[in-house]
Each structure stands twice: as structure tokens, then as C-alpha cells.
């Protein structure tokens, strides 16, 4: 396993992260395809054999069990001082005002509730989920300037969004003194190439790192065109992102599948390889359901694409409409 700064940060994280949406309560939330706990510890300490230090979850997935499941797994598998640990806000915990968001309020309660279901002192980097338009920046900001200050977490990032509002986030730290997102998770893979445009420049420039969710594409690049999964059957979220019928999408998976074929490695290695050499990538983050799925992960950071293979992959690409936010 390689391991690399994460943006400008001193913070060293390993070139695989591991997305731990895959595991929880499967009756809590709506990931019903998820792996309960006796069914995941198995994958996390896999992870930490491989070298990964790198671990991303949510409040909101699968109704906090994610971060139940992982903090304990992490307690009893790993030194809580060699391990990264990434939680994220702003999905509804509960119904009634306050329930969600990225209000002072939310975010200063939903941080305790995260650091007692991970039963963890602090996490090491507190992400955005998502933007939200009804809560002025500045308030979002400060509060989570003041998470940072009081030791609850070490550093702050997003996830999807225009690349003005992360602009604009970015500008209203700077000009308070406040802390700074250091990274931005955000929707990457040859299947999606739309925040090659602005978003991923604009991190390349601010000297944000860059942790893509979703590298291969739900799953879609590493199997045939029209064979289904239980999780794409049931991913109402993932249904939206991508569409079987696209021609341009499907000639993207069949060169994908020739290039694999032709090294002779899993489909999942060459997609991987093609994210990690895209700049500013850090780390892409990969949901693991099978301990193929870690072992190609690690292996993909070994993978280095020609020239060739990368004009051949990115060929038949055709603009989408922007998804993910």
C-alpha cells in the first residue's frame, strides 16, 4: 500500500479508502443490502491487513449503525492513533426541525452523536454530505471551525457540489480565519467524468485533496453491461446516477473490459487505476462486500495505465447531465 498527504495537509492516508456505507444494521436506514456486524468485521480488519489506514462513514447510513459497527470494529482491530477516520453531516437522523442539515445547532449535536457511536474522542476528518441552501455558510463555517477548535475533530472536508458554493465556502473560512476544508468527496469515475470541468481544477489549484465516492460506478464497470446486483436492484439513489441504456456509457465499460482482458487483471483494478492517475486524486473510496473487492482495491495502486490505455478508456466518453449533488 502507498500512502500520501491528503491535499496539502500533513495528514498521511493510505492511496485506498475504505467506504464503509456496505455495513450495518440492513433493517435500519435504507440500505437494506447492507452486511450486518458479524458479517463486516471480517472486511475491516481484511482492509487493515492490506495496509489501509483509511476509513469513511456517515451518521446517516444505515441510522448510525455504520459508525456503531466501525468504531467497535477499529477499537478492538487497530491502534486509534495509526488509523484515519472520516464521519460526515448533514443527512436526517430524526423527523421534526432540527433533524438534519448543516445549521449550527445540527452540526454541534451531531458530532457528539457520531463520536459516541464510533466511541472515539475526536474524528480526523468531519465532511459536509451535502450543501445546504437554507443555512447561511457562514453559520455551517463557524460551527465547524469551532468542532475543530474544541478537539472534536482534526480536519474538515465536503462532498458534492457546484464548485461556486465550495468556492464560496472556502473564500468565507479564509476571510473569518476560521479552518479550512482540506478535501472534497465528490462523484468521480470513467462513467462520470463532469467534475474534470471545474470542480477537480479548481482542487488541483486550492491544494484540496480529493477523495472520490463511487470509482467504479456502483459496481457497474466491474461486471457485464446488463447483469444486475442485489444492491443495484435495490439502490433507488444509485438507479438515478446511472443508466443502462446509454451507448456511450457501455462502450466505455466494453473498452474497459478489452483493456482488463488484455493485461489479464479483474475490470476493477484497470477502473481503479484510471481514478488514482486522475489529478488532484487522493484516495478514492471503495465499498467492499467480497474480499475480491479489497483485494483488487490494494492491487489497483499497483496498476500503471499507458498512455494509450487511458486515451482508449476516456475515447468514447460523451457529456452527462450533472448528478451527484
Known sequence: MDYVKL???????????????SYGVPERGTHPWSLNEQESRPFIRKALELGINFFDTANIYSDGTSEEIVGRAL???????????????????????????????????????SLKRLGTDYVDLYQIHRWDPSTPV?????????????????????????AWQFLKALHTA?????????????????????????M?????????GVIPWSPLARGRLTRDWQETSARSESDQFGKLLYSQTEEADRLVALRLKEIAEQRGIPRAQVAL???????????????????????????????????????RLEEPY????????
Not at 200 to 208: M, N, R, V
Not at 287 to 310: F, K, N, P, W, Y
Not at 318 to 325: K, L, N, Q, S, Y
Open 273 to 311: 487505476a484510471w481514478v488514482l492517475q486522475k489529478k488532484p486524486v487522493t484516495a478514492p473510496i471503495v465499498g467492499a462486500t467480497r474480499m475480491s473487492h479489497l483485494e483488487d482495491a490494494a492491487a489497483a495502486v499497483s496498476v500503471t495505465l499507458t498512455d494509450e490505455e487511458i486515451r
Open 75 to 113: 477499537k478492538e482491530f487497530a491502534s486509534r492513533d495509526e488509523i484515519v477516520l472520516a464521519t460526515k453531516v448533514h443527512g436526517r437522523m430524526r423527523p421534526g426541525p432540527n433533524g438534519g442539515g448543516l445549521s449550527r445547532k445540527a452540526i454541534l449535536s451531531e458530532i457528539d452523536h
Open 318 to 325: 460523451v457529456p452527462h447531465p450533472v448528478m451527484g449533488f
Open 7 to 21: 491535499g496539502t495537509t500533513g495528514l498521511e492516508v493510505s492511496r485506498i479508502c475504505l467506504g464503509c456505507m
Open 200 to 208: 477537480l481544477p479548481l482542487c488541483e489549484a486550492e491544494g484540496i
Open 174 to 198: 479564509e476571510r473569518h480565519g476560521w479552518t479550512r476544508f482540506v478535501s472534497m468527496q465528490n462523484y468521480v469515475n470513467l462513467l462520470y467524468r463532469e467534475e474534470e470541468r471545474e
Open 138 to 162: 457562514e453559520e455551517t463555517m463557524e460551527a465547524l471551525h469551532d468542532v475543530v477548535k474544541a478537539g472534536k475533530a482534526r480536519y474538515i472536508g465536503a462532498s458534492s457540489m457546484p
